[in-house]
């Protein structure tokens, strides 16, 4: 492989123009792609196969006038009146509300959006409306209810509160996507909710119809501006640091504008492109780091640039194809645990991290062919790294900080190995109590309108109000249609029995057309988010067996609280089989990098403990509150630890890949394991804590956003890679390695046998260029691609 690499990098290099234009090709015409293919996000977290979607498919099959849920673009005041009064005496107001509500841009059926106290629609505590009535009715006729029991239910369905300070106010829009909701419907319902205010009300607003947060790119810039400052450190030039950021950015670009013309083919979520941006803006510039470091290493040795630029590519470079592999199956894997969502994130990072592994095997060299003489100009003398004409011309031989620091670290082995593992394990402790939930109105900023509209749901009508169950019930096993109402009947009182159960009830134009299925509304004592909640749910399905056999009935539940109580149990029941498949896999492609089986044994431990480390520290931060960091704790998004698990797994083995395999070509080379260790670092460990600190940069910048997954997202994304560069690879494993000595190297004869020699280690390459003609010129090269 170096070899080829080789090949590639020397000709990208003295093809500069032509390997540009290519790239260039490439922008414009993704550019192109993206811009005119792309398609509105989703914000669906459904995954095909879970009980509550299944039910959904019962729902939709028995009442196909019934939207799915998140599928209705509405939105939905929430009314309080002041302390001392109530709505009864905003009557003006809230006929006001629903006029300017009429005339909303692409509003769905007008004539239906009432004023709930009007004698049309629920009425007045004292004087319950025609819609009060009717279910009374209903519920007398249909299910044999007395009138008490009948004015329970029909006051259960109202969106008027029990004493009138209460009330919600809905309307929906003939748009199918949040995204085609207009600017001028948006300021029209902030219109509507001042106007309110300005009369004395509270008003909160929610729904998919709003406007959803911008996602802006000072997070980007704050990541990138960091990266510059690091990279004029690491290169002591005010020249070489443009090359990876300019190469990481064009990989960027073009990544994302493939995920925008893929999102016109599959549906993906508003936080797809957010975070490919940060995977692919971190190892862009990581991989590019990782190549410019060694071409100014091979300066020093080749006798021309063009040889430097392909030797850089072709061991560096090898570095990269294989560290760009582990994260590219990481995230890849992902589709393995069949969450749609979480399979098209998986795979559009992974294709920013392919992008950015091409880029920076062809484009970075052409560009350092375009810069010539001039691409490490403008240097700084006192930030000059080891890796210079200076220090190699000096009499006394620079020593490094990371040879400094790795001499102690071997000199003391055991010490470092036990006091890295104990710190992470510290860190690690709070993840006992790691609570997962997926996010809603209920876990946003109490500062945001849909929580406190959230909050004043739950202050009126009770927690549960928030998030309803839907109990889909079949009653075609019961041979005699007159008695399938009766039998909706008895399963609804035996729903009512139930822990945390507040009321249970079948509404007008819940019973569908053929009578056979029925829609039972289960409002429980609790918030979506409890842990009361989810028993509900979980003791519902365990006594359909029972209601069954009593009643002939069988049902589903549903809802989005259902919803998402079902995906956090998929992604719960994910996290081993993902891990174990993503380790298995990597393990082996480690072997074949380091030709070895302890080494791939301490990388992925390694991870292990910086992964617990990562849960404890997010746990601890924006679950428990600590620090006083985070000023809205909530539980865990869920599927961040599946996400964090693919991420971080890939970019460990990034640095595991970048560090120890120049370890590996000084053991190869001759060295002894400890030396081996000591010079491998010293060559490397400025460059991989450079790398390291531009990827926690990018990803911390991330918590200016206000989006709360992204928030945790890149906390936990630069928390880990803290952990697993400075903790893990810069202590652990080389104090691991010390411990193991030359058994660090092993590997039983008859599996390297079956191995195929990938040459990371460059040794068949050096082989390769010492060939020389029989007159003692050097070996004709093939150069191409």
Do not use: C
Not at 39 to 60: C, M, N, R, T, Y
Not at 543 to 549: L, M
């Amino acid at each position: 492989m170096a070899t080829y690499l080789y090949r590639i990098g020397k000709w990208a290099f003295t093809n500069k123009f032509k390997v540009i234009g290519i790239w260039m090709l490439i922008l414009v015409g993704m550019g192109v792609a993206g811009s005119t293919l792309a398609g509105p996000s989703s914000s669906s977290f459904s995954i095909p196969g879970i009980p509550s979607e299944k039910a959904q498919d019962s729902l939709v099959s028995s009442f196909p006038e019934k939207p799915k849920f998140s599928q209705d673009i509405s939105i939905k005041y929430v009314l309080k009146a002041p302390e001392g009064k109530t709505l009864l005496d905003y009557q003006p107001a809230i006929d006001a509300m629903v006029t300017s509500m009429k005339q909303f841009d692409g509003v769905k059926a007008p004539d239906s959006i009432v004023n709930p106290f009007s004698p049309e629609a629920f009425g007045t505590p004292s004087d319950p409306g025609k819609v009060v009535q009717t279910s009374v009715d209903f519920q007398k006729d249909t299910f044999g209810k007395s009138d008490a029991q009948a004015r329970a239910d029909a006051a259960a369905s109202s969106p008027i509160n029990a004493n009138a300070t209460v009330a919600q106010l809905g309307a929906s829009y003939t748009a199918t996507q949040a995204t085609d909701v207009s600017a001028k419907a948006h300021d029209q319902q902030t219109a509507v909710a001042d106007a309110a205010r300005n009369a004395g009300l509270t008003v909160e607003m929610s729904g998919t119809a709003l406007p959803q947060p911008a996602i802006g790119v000072t997070s980007e810039l704050i990541g990138v501006g960091v990266a510059v400052v690091v990279l004029i450190i690491t290169f002591g030039s005010f020249v070489a640091w443009g090359m990876p950021i300019l190469t990481a950015l064009v990989g960027l670009v073009i990544g994302l504008m493939g995920v925008s013309a893929a999102s016109g083919f599959f549906s993906l979520s508003e936080e797809t492109p957010i975070l490919a941006t940060m995977i692919g803006l971190a190892v862009g510039i990581d991989y590019a780091l990782f190549i410019v470091s060694r071409y100014r290493h091979e300066l020093l040795q080749s006798k021309t640039r063009a040889e430097a630029a392909g030797r850089a590519v072709g061991t560096a470079g090898s570095a990269v194809v294989f560290a760009g592999l582990t994260v590219i199956i990481a995230l890849s894997a992902l589709s393995i645990v069949n969450i749609p969502f979480l399979t098209a994130m998986g795979l559009a990072a992974a294709v920013t991290v392919l992008v950015a592994v091409l880029v920076a095997l062809t484009l970075l060299p052409a560009v350092l062919g375009l810069f010539g003489g001039k691409a490490f100009a403008g240097s700084i003398g006192f930030l000059n790294a080891p890796d210079t004409r200076a220090s190699a011309g000096s009499t006394t031989p620079r020593v490094s900080n990371g040879s400094r620091f790795v001499n102690q670290i071997v000199k003391h082995p055991a010490v470092a190995l036990v006091l890295g593992v104990v710190v992470l394990g510290v860190i690690a402790a709070p993840m006992v109590g790691l609570k997962l939930a997926l996010p809603n109105d209920g876990t946003s900023d109490p500062s945001t309108s849909p929580r406190k509209a959230y909050d004043l749901v739950a202050e009126g009508f009770g927690p549960g109000q928030n998030g309803p169950l839907v109990v889909v019930a079949n009653a075609s096993g019961v041979s005699d249609p007159n008695a399938r109402n009766a039998a909706f009947n008895n399963v609804v009182t035996k729903i009512k029995q139930l822990p945390d159960v507040k009321t249970a009830l079948v509404s007008p134009g819940d019973v569908n057309k053929a009578g056979d299925a029925a829609v039972i509304t289960v409002l429980p004592n609790s918030g979506p988010s409890s842990s009361d909640t989810q028993q509900l749910v979980k003791d519902l399905r365990s006594a359909e067996s029972g209601i069954t056999r009593a009643d002939g009935v069988t049902y589903g539940v549903t809802g989005q609280t259902a919803i998402e109580s079902d995906v956090s149990d998929r992604l719960s029941q994910s996290l081993i089989p993902y891990l174990a498949v993503v380790v298995g896999l990597a393990f082996i492609l480690l072997m074949l990098v380091f030709r070895s089986i302890l080494v791939p044994l301490t990388a992925a431990l390694g991870f292990l403990l910086s992964i617990i480390a990562t849960f404890g520290a997010t746990v601890a931060i924006f679950q428990n509150g600590d620090l006083g960091l985070i000023g809205n704790p909530q539980p865990i998004v869920s599927f961040l630890p599946i996400f964090l698990i693919g991420i971080v797994f890939g970019l460990a083995m990034d640095y595991q890949v970048f560090l120890v395999t120049r370890m590996r070509e000084e053991y190869v080379h001759g060295a002894s394991a400890r030396d081996a260790i000591k010079k491998g670092f010293g060559h490397s460990a400025r460059v991989v804590a450079a790398a390291a600190t531009i990827m926690i940069s990018v990803f911390a910048a991330f918590m200016l956003q206000d989006n709360s997954l992204i928030k945790s997202m890149g906390f936990a994304l630069a928390a880990a890679v803290f952990f697993d560069a400075f903790i893990i690879r810069m202590i652990v494993i080389p104090a691991a390695l010390a411990l193991l000595g030359d058994k660090a190297w092993w590997l039983p004869k008859w599996l390297d046998r079956i191995l195929p020699n990938v040459d990371v280690e460059g040794e068949k390459l050096g082989e390769y260029l010492a060939q020389t003609t029989p007159d003692g010129g050097r070996h004709r090269e093939k150069v191409g691609v």
